[in-house]
């Protein structure tokens, strides 16, 4: 147990929160501009191996082009919003929803855009498959986050969730204006390429926080 006194301990855990920001966000855009770069490639492979005779090749194409022009800009705007985040850990309302849409009649309704419905539709899948591949590793990660802000674990947002990665990504790529045709082909490969190999960074991110004794055998509580 730690003999260092409250005060002590509340700076060091405050350290620890900025040094938990610094290695995430370092991480996570080293990862992201040659994924970026990848998936650029990925995409001209899909727009080759379609018919000339089918429209659609020239939006993969396209979005090839954006993803590969803009790949550290993109890898940015990811990492100016996860940090947007870390601003806020305790948010008032789930502010980072993938749906936005205020219903107030029918005819409102049919003002969506059906592919918007789409994006949602396919980011939230992927956000469900991340969650359950990286359960125990991300309710780790949630619990030291409240024990460094001392505060109830339902309350907090954990800035690199699978939820907020993706959500971020979405609106990096909206941001770029990627064609809408194929964001669901761009975000099944995300979930591909990149969250399912996010064990290793969560397990990082985790072994900083247990080396320095917080809640250094929760996964096996959890497990």
Not at 93 to 117: C, M, P, T
Not at 143 to 164: E, G, M, N, S
Request: contains cysteine; proline residues 4%; glycine residues 4%.
């Amino acid at each position: 147990k730690s003999k260092l006194s409250p005060m002590a301990v509340t700076a060091e855990y405050a350290a620890l929160l900025d040094e938990l920001e610094a290695q995430d966000l370092i991480e996570v855009k080293a990862a992201l501009t040659p994924f970026i770069l990848d998936l650029a490639s990925h995409l001209r492979g899909v727009a080759t191996s379609m018919n000339r005779l089918d429209s659609g090749d020239h939006f993969y194409m396209g979005a090839a082009n954006i993803l590969h022009r803009r790949a550290a800009s993109i890898s940015e705007r990811v990492v100016q919003h996860l940090t947007s985040y870390f601003r806020d850990l305790t948010p008032e309302r789930d502010d980072d929803q993938l749906w936005h849409y205020n219903i107030g009649s029918a005819d409102e309704l049919n003002l969506i855009g059906v592919k918007e419905f789409e994006d949602f539709l396919a980011i939230d899948r992927i956000v469900g498959l991340g969650e359950e591949l990286h359960k125990v590793t991300l309710e780790a990660l949630t619990l030291r986050l409240a024990k460094l802000i001392d505060t109830d674990p339902d309350r907090v947002r954990l800035p690199i969730h699978v939820r907020q990665l993706c959500r971020a990504f979405q609106r990096a790529l909206l941001d770029e204006d990627v064609p809408h045709n194929v964001l669901n082909q761009i975000y099944e490969y995300f979930f591909k390429q990149f969250v399912r190999q996010l064990a290793p960074y969560y397990e990082s991110l985790n072994n900083l926080l247990s080396d320095h004794r917080v809640l250094p055998h929760i996964e096996s509580e959890i497990r």
